[in-house]
């Protein structure tokens, strides 16, 4: 069996954009799910669209939404589940050029940056707190998303927060592009 190499990104802003889901419910028991859409280069959260379901449509629309706001990915990875790989979401893929890639649903390993923030997204304001409905799980979930760009350093960006490093990455490709 041939091993699984792993997929190359350049070491820019929106190289490569990760997805994977949240799933919670509120304190009636009703269940609310999070999509988060996270930067593999810079670790920022980019987004977390949240209502107590989210269809194929939905993340297409959040898609380009995101796409608007912080520019075009070069790639998006995400599990091969079928809210994520959807006709509508290739389709505005192909429509957009930006490469899709996919790899087996709860294979945490396969997407470790995605895995991390949906991690940090679950321990700290999720299980932390009771929402009561969608007004108050979107007040908890966006303190969550601030709090992981701004307060948690992670160790591959040499122990700062994605908010600190992005600074230090803007320098170091102005660098690399007037060495050139």
Avoid at 27 to 52: I, K, M, W
């Amino acid at each position: 069996m041939r091993a699984r190499a792993p997929i190359p990104v350049e070491a820019r802003p929106n190289a490569r954009w990760s997805r994977g889901f949240v799933h919670d419910q509120f304190t009636n028991a009703q269940h609310f799910r999070v999509l988060n859409v996270v930067g593999n280069v810079t670790r920022e959260c980019l987004g977390s669209p949240q209502d107590s379901s989210i269809s194929e449509r939905r993340v297409a629309r959040d898609l380009i939404a995101l796409i608007e706001r912080w520019g075009k990915p070069g790639m998006i990875v995400s599990d091969n589940g079928t809210d994520l790989i959807s006709n509508a979401i290739l389709r505005r893929c192909s429509e957009k050029r930006i490469e899709w890639h996919s790899h087996r649903a709860r294979k945490a390993h396969a997407e470790g940056v995605a895995e991390s923030v949906t991690g940090r997204m679950r321990d700290d304001p999720l299980n932390e707190t009771m929402c009561h409905d969608l007004a108050h799980a979107r007040v908890v979930i966006a303190a969550g998303a601030t709090d992981y760009d701004t307060e948690r350093p992670y160790s591959a960006l040499d122990d700062q927060t994605p908010a600190d490093d992005a600074p230090t990455l803007t320098a170091a490709i102005a660098r690399r592009c007037c060495a050139t």
